[in-house]
């Protein structure tokens, strides 16, 4: 019985920002690399390459993941969401706004990921918002310009907006 070879293109069909997708996929190639390349979906940037910076943070099936950790041949069937997809949706607008008013987004590299990240925290009916739970949230995420303050600060007040910022306020008290 002869093996298949492990480089040889897999067919896949999941879906992608709200679209049904197929594309013929390297055994090895990455997710990250398939949505940029193959999907033009540079949003996705890949930093580090080992799951480590969060630049590359996209969600499966709502939950975010290392795009450069999952390959492309994983995402069969499953529904992938990018920047540009929650962009194009209008589900992060006003956490973009926010990143904006706050300036916490200056050479914007790491910017995509943690609107990815951030998303996923938001959208979570559960997950505390406080400041604390904020920062743990994103620290995944690596910032070199910033300092995460103003990071933490725009998600914040899209949580605060959005009727979530004092949901663990006395958690927080407690503490």
């Keep these: 019985m002869a093996s298949e070879s492990p480089d040889r293109a897999r067919a896949v069909a999941f879906t992608l920002n709200g679209e049904a997708v197929r594309a013929h996929v390297p055994a090895r190639m990455h997710l990250g690399d398939l949505l940029r390349q193959s999907f033009g979906l540079t949003g ?3 930093g580090c390459e ?10 499966v099936d709502g ?3 290392r795009s450069c950790l999952m390959l492309g041949v994983q995402a ?6 990018t920047v540009e997809g929650l962009t194009e949706s209008g ?3 006003d956490l973009q706004d926010a990143f ?10 790491c910017t995509p990921g943690m609107l990815v990240t951030a998303a ?7 997950a505390a918002t406080s400041r604390d739970a904020i920062r743990a949230a994103i620290a995944g995420n690596y910032c070199r310009c910033t300092g995460y303050h103003a990071i933490v600060d725009a998600i914040a007040a899209t949580a605060e907006a959005r009727g979530q910022g004092r949901r663990d306020a006395g958690r927080e008290a407690a503490e």
């Design 100 to 109: 904006h008013a706050r300036n916490a987004l200056q050479c914007g590299y």
């Design 44 to 46: 996705v940037h890949l």
């Design 120 to 126: 996923e925290l938001l959208e979570d009916a559960d």
């Design 63 to 65: 939950r975010a993941v």
């Design 91 to 93: 589900r992060i607008r």
């Design 76 to 81: 069969d069937g499953a529904t992938v969401e």
């Design 50 to 59: 080992h799951g480590v910076c969060g630049a590359c943070t996209i969600l």
